[in-house]
């Protein structure tokens, strides 16, 4: 069994942009490409966890979205990045403008199903792992799928939470607190 780093998407691997549809749009955060490079040598997996409202809000395709975390692997590699091995993402929403994706779901952050999936799929001690994100529904989601959790204040920390089928549980606490994806890979790589 490996250990897993599951990573948030928007804020933590490439900036947070209103609706990235567009691949032309996708900014790699400054150090992402050499912190992945660090845990993967460290023999983690790494897992992108992604919630992606846009598909339920009918804005854009589950197609597209696969389209935009294609281009965002090339573009991490390009800059030395290593290979990611697994992308997830939740297109559902309980208010969902599409009827086919309006549902309670049990992949959408905080709920840690994507989390529990890769973990049966990657064969991942979940214990062993951690969860990184920039919002406290990932560090949530992370908490309840058993592993250990860093939360990154890139901004999206100060945002009022995302919509959810249930309250947010407000006793949960990230294990660690950074500012960037790099000072979290340093935390983790010294306290795994
Ligand atoms: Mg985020
Ligand atoms: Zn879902």
């Given at each position: 069994?490996?250990?897993?780093?599951?990573l948030?998407r928007?804020?933590v691997l490439i900036e947070?942009?209103?609706?990235l549809?567009n691949p032309r749009d996708i900014r790699v955060l400054e150090g992402v490409p050499q912190a992945l490079r660090s845990l993967k040598e460290?023999?983690?997996?790494l897992?992108v966890?992604?919630?992606?409202?846009?598909?339920?809000?009918?804005?854009?395709?589950?197609?597209?979205?696969c389209a935009i975390n294609a281009e965002m692997e090339r573009l991490l590699e390009q800059a030395g990045g290593p290979h990611l091995d697994?992308f997830?993402?939740?297109?559902?929403?309980?208010?969902?403008?599409?009827?086919?994706?309006?549902?309670?779901?049990?992949?959408?952050?905080?709920?840690?199903?994507?989390?529990?999936?890769?973990?049966?799929?990657?064969?991942?001690?979940?214990?062993?792992?951690?969860?990184?994100?920039?919002?406290?529904?990932?560090?949530?989601?992370?908490?309840?799928?058993?592993?250990?959790?860093?939360?990154?204040?890139?901004?999206?920390?100060?945002?009022?939470?995302?919509?959810?089928?249930?309250?947010?549980?407000?006793?949960?606490?990230?294990?660690?607190?950074?500012?960037?994806l790099t000072?979290?890979?340093?935390?983790?790589?010294?306290?795994?």
């Open positions: 069994m490996s250990a897993a780093i599951f948030d928007d804020g947070d942009v209103h609706l549809t460290a023999g983690f997996q897992i966890i992604s919630n992606q409202t846009v598909v339920a809000r009918g804005l854009f395709t589950e197609q597209g979205v697994g997830y993402f939740c297109p559902h929403h309980p208010k969902a403008t599409l009827p086919a994706y309006r549902i309670a779901c049990e992949c959408r952050k905080p709920r840690p199903g994507l989390l529990l999936r890769a973990a049966r799929e990657h064969d991942l001690n979940l214990g062993a792992s951690f969860m990184v994100g920039d919002r406290i529904t990932d560090i949530i989601a992370g908490a309840r799928a058993g592993c250990r959790t860093v939360l990154i204040e890139t901004g999206k920390h100060e945002a009022p939470p995302i919509e959810t089928v249930e309250p947010l549980d407000e006793s949960v606490q990230p294990d660690h607190i950074c500012v960037a000072a979290a890979a340093e935390w983790i790589l010294r306290v795994r």
